[in-house]
């Protein structure tokens, strides 16, 4: 049973240059999937990314049929929401997750692991060490990395939880970027030539990798990475697949469904989203609703208890399909697949790791002699040039050597970027509003906090990137105007059985109801 829920925004009014239905009017938001009435417990968190990019910059959202349509920006999702609960801790108001605050001091990957029951934050005593999905909650991909804290921002929320760059050294473990957050996801395998390896996330470079738990190098003892404990909802980040019998796999935790199949051959970033887009123009599989999932969708499909190295598979659920490849190295191997969302701090499109996360690593260090090994583990989550030459890259690139391939597969997805929300009930009108109060901070976020703000973040503006609009409005405010005209007065139900009076509005060249206001004329 699919439930929709009706939002409310306060500010009564449409932003007509990023083309979203967000600032205008109460707006109908489609909140994905329920399942016999129960709440979905696994909602993929946005990634609040609101620019549109083509190859190495930002460019006006594209639309139907141009160059890079689909990307990330252009689809809207459940934004980041939180609340500071005034007792050293933070609520997660779309996962339900409590997060601790404070950012803590760096430890052993052991010591983290046994921390979690002693710590008392907020006075609860029931926390934990978060899996690596529940981190992945958290990450926003509007930061980017800089040469220093001052011209970096963190892919984090910082107006919520406290943060730290490493202290700018050049040595591994001093760097800027070297301030990784723990998990207790496992890798299956080991990275590093047997360095056993637990998954973490780096907020700084907005990057998940497998970090050894001893630091790289002869002698340089247990590798230390903060931690935030978590609690509540332990359904967090579990899936649950059904296999639809059609070439689809709906996940039941999430609301989202998928291709069964992938792409079957390579492509660079802009053909996979022109690859989206000529599968809706086809009607694949009966769809014409896919997309390119954003880099939180498709991360959400990782399992981290399979590797190519432990269960010769893909890290994914054997329900889909996953095509092998041969890898950099001759080995039978499983590919990265394309997301929709642009890491800001090369340009280049995120993609996560089905098979091993190769590099190139220099043995011994600064030797000129490369070595290819699996570096950071199946699940690792890093980003490719969108488009160019991989013999380009014959060390790969980065500190560790990453495997450069730029021709990725696609796995598409639909429905459920607009989902049931766990935690706050609506208020006292039966109407919630997730859009009106966004956070200040770095250009493009989508974002909300429990103050007033701009959306967007930042001095209000929104940029270049909001120039061309591109964004539709929620399918279910297309479908109650199916078959009526520009001001034609129609009705929706909530759940709760209230029903609204909407006007049907020409919307960015689609009609789409809006709620009339409270007095009961057509909005303003």
Request: overall charge negative; glycine content about 16%; hydrophobic content about 25%.
């Amino acid at each position: 049973m699919v439930v929709q829920r009706l939002y409310v925004d306060e500010k009564k009014r449409f932003d007509m240059r990023t083309g979203r239905l967000t600032l205008f009017g109460i707006v109908l938001t489609a909140l994905g999937q329920a399942y016999a009435g129960e709440r979905i417990p696994y909602p993929i968190v946005d990634t609040g990314q609101d620019h549109c990019y083509g190859e190495n910059r930002t460019i006006p959202c594209p639309k139907t049929g141009e160059d890079y349509f689909g990307q990330d920006a252009q689809h809207d999702g459940n934004r980041p929401s939180y609340k500071d609960n005034g007792d050293g801790t933070v609520t997660d108001r779309v996962t339900g997750l409590m997060w601790v605050k404070a950012r803590g001091e760096k430890m052993t990957w052991e010591d983290a692991a046994s921390g979690a029951s002693a710590c008392k934050a907020g006075g609860y005593s029931d926390w934990r060490m978060p899996t690596v999905k529940e981190l992945y909650s958290l990450i926003q991909f509007n930061g980017r990395s800089g040469r220093t804290a001052g011209d970096s921002i963190p892919y984090l929320d910082t107006k919520f939880f406290d943060f730290a760059y490493g202290e700018g050294g050049s040595a591994i473990g001093n760097r800027l970027i070297d301030c990784q957050d723990w998990s207790s996801t496992t890798y299956v395998s080991t990275t590093m030539n047997g360095n056993p390896t637990a998954f973490g996330v780096n907020f700084a470079d907005g990057r998940i990798k497998g970090y050894g738990k001893s630091s790289p190098g002869a002698g340089r003892g247990p590798a230390l990475h903060y931690v935030r404990y978590v609690r509540g909802n332990p359904a967090y980040g579990k899936n649950d697949f059904s296999d639809n019998g059609d070439g689809t796999v709906t996940d039941r935790a999430t609301g989202l469904t998928w291709d069964q199949d992938d792409s079957g051959k390579g492509m660079d970033w802009k053909a996979a989203l022109a690859w989206v887009a000529q599968k809706n123009t086809e009607n694949y599989k009966g769809h014409s609703d896919w997309r390119l999932p954003n880099a939180k969708e498709l991360q959400s499909l990782v399992d981290y208890t399979r590797s190519p190295d432990t269960t010769q598979s893909a890290a994914i659920d054997p329900v889909f399909h996953c095509t092998s490849i041969t890898n950099e190295g001759g080995e039978t191997d499983y590919p990265f697949y394309w997301t929709g969302t642009t890491h800001l701090d090369n340009g280049g499109g995120v993609y996560l790791a089905f098979g091993r996360a190769l590099g190139y690593m220099q043995t011994p260090p600064n030797s000129g002699e490369y070595q290819l090994m699996d570096v950071h583990g199946a699940g690792a989550q890093r980003s490719d040039p969108k488009s160019g030459d991989p013999g380009n890259y014959p060390h790969g690139l980065g500190p560790q050597g990453d495997v450069i391939r730029i021709h990725n597969f696609v796995r598409c997805v639909r429905g459920g970027a607009d989902q049931l929300v766990p935690g706050d009930e609506p208020d006292d009108s039966g109407l919630y509003d997730p859009v009106t109060r966004g956070r200040q901070g770095p250009p493009g976020g989508k974002s909300e906090s429990t103050e007033e703000g701009n959306i967007g973040g930042g001095n209000g503006n929104q940029g270049s990137m909001g120039q061309g609009g591109g964004r539709k409005p929620p399918q279910a405010a297309i479908d109650a105007c199916q078959g009526h005209q520009e001001g034609d007065q129609v009705s929706f139900t909530t759940p709760r059985g209230d029903s609204l009076d909407c006007t049907c509005r020409n919307i960015q060249g689609v009609l789409a109801a809006v709620p009339n206001d409270r007095s009961g004329g057509p909005p303003q």
